[in-house]
């Protein structure tokens, strides 16, 4: 007997609709328990208001920073992962070296446009560039951008160069030449800082989700060393890389996670009652999407995959299905967290009470 697509829905609809809201239940009680904060309405009415006017203007920020600070997070950790491999890998870990380089390029090329465009107008980052204020996160960003591009683009060009993608003509051979391994150093420097600045941006901010917590930098430089490290791995085993570069390369993915892990549940502690935005379950708040796609099925799922390749009794037999899993996992879940963490943070904006509540720290 054939049953409608509908008729199919409807069948299912009460098993989901007791789903969610022992869901929702599970998701507030991970965020009372990470936070450390129960929501307590009655109480929280009873607190000092504006005239229940938002005290803080919420940003404007839109899709082309989100992907700025996910495509800039990958640029630098690709180009880290491949300067360690270089200065203090063997000659087997030569593969990723290219692909670290590679894809650091390529993942930092569409960053300006994207930085212009949410600018609105293309003289104001030219404006930006007329000085260095080393008060300025925003002024910091953008030459820190600038000379991580230098680095990067001179260590990827000069990369396929020796890698005879450039022809044989003497600019190659002159590209080919300059030392790859002292341009290492000081772009490794300035890939951590781009992978983590972004976080300080959002720190040296008045919103309370944002500014409440000292850890934004280390959250996002950990999940730049994830999504970066996982996107190598993807490609390795789509190439056919050999078991043992593989191995090294989840290593660094499993660590990374890990870091990340730390990171965000010290986080959250730490900020208690403004992060509700990111992890409750209320109006305007973000809970669902942070746990369901960015913690638990983009970070804790795939590191729990990840021990399982690494240390399990069948670890030599690396399964290329679930490594591949692991990667794209990884990779949705630092989008998600660069977009619920702009998000929550124009939700936090708006709460007038914990802006106050914030302030008297």
């Known amino acids: 007997m054939k049953i409608g697509y509908k008729k199919y829905l409807a069948l299912f609809s009460p098993i989901m609709g007791a789903v969610s809201p022992a869901f929702n239940t599970m998701v507030e009680r991970l965020a009372t328990l990470t936070t450390g904060y129960t929501p307590n309405v009655e109480r929280e009415l009873l607190e000092k208001s504006y005239f229940e006017y938002p005290l803080l203007k919420a940003s404007i920020w839109r899709w082309e920073i989100v992907w700025y600070f996910f495509l ?3 640029a630098a950790g690709c180009y880290v992962l491949a300067s360690i491999a270089a200065l203090f890998g ?4 030569a ?3 290219r692909t670290g380089y590679y894809l650091s390029l390529l993942a930092l090329l569409p960053c300006p446009p994207l930085l212009i465009k949410d600018l609105g107008r293309p003289e104001r980052f030219l404006h930006m560039l007329r000085i260095f204020n080393i008060k300025s996160p925003m002024s910091q960003g953008v030459w820190g951008l600038l000379s991580f591009s230098l680095f990067c ?5 000069s990369q396929a160069a020796h890698d ?5 003509w003497w600019g190659a051979r002159l590209l080919a030449a300059i030392p790859r391994k002292v341009l290492a150093v000081p772009g490794m420097l300035f890939g951590i800082f781009l992978g983590g600045y972004t976080g300080i941006l959002l720190a040296a901010t008045s919103v309370p989700l944002w500014s409440r917590s000292k850890l934004m930098g280390a959250i996002f430089i950990s999940s730049a060393l994830s999504t970066s490290s996982s996107l190598i791995s993807l490609l390795l085993v789509i190439v056919g890389a050999p078991a043992s570069t593989l191995h090294k390369v989840g290593k660094m993915e499993w660590t990374a996670m890990l870091l990340e892990i730390v990171s965000l549940l010290a986080f959250l502690r730490g900020s208690g009652r403004a992060a509700r935005s990111l992890v409750g379950t209320g109006p305007n708040e973000h809970g669902m999407s942070f746990w369901r796609f960015m913690f638990g099925g983009g970070l804790v799922l795939p590191w729990l995959l990840q021990t399982f390749l690494l240390f399990g009794r069948r670890s030599a037999q690396r399964t290329g299905g679930v490594s591949v899993v692991v990667s794209l996992c990884v990779l949705v879940g630092g989008y998600f967290l660069r977009r619920t963490m702009v998000e929550a943070g124009r939700s936090s904006s708006r709460d007038t009470r914990t802006t106050l509540w914030n302030a008297r720290r």
């Open 95 to 97: 593969l990723v070296v």
């Open 153 to 157: 683009g001179l260590t990827g060009v």
């Open 164 to 168: 005879g993608l450039l022809g044989r």
């Open 90 to 93: 063997s000659q087997d870990d």
């Open 72 to 74: 800039g997070g990958i």
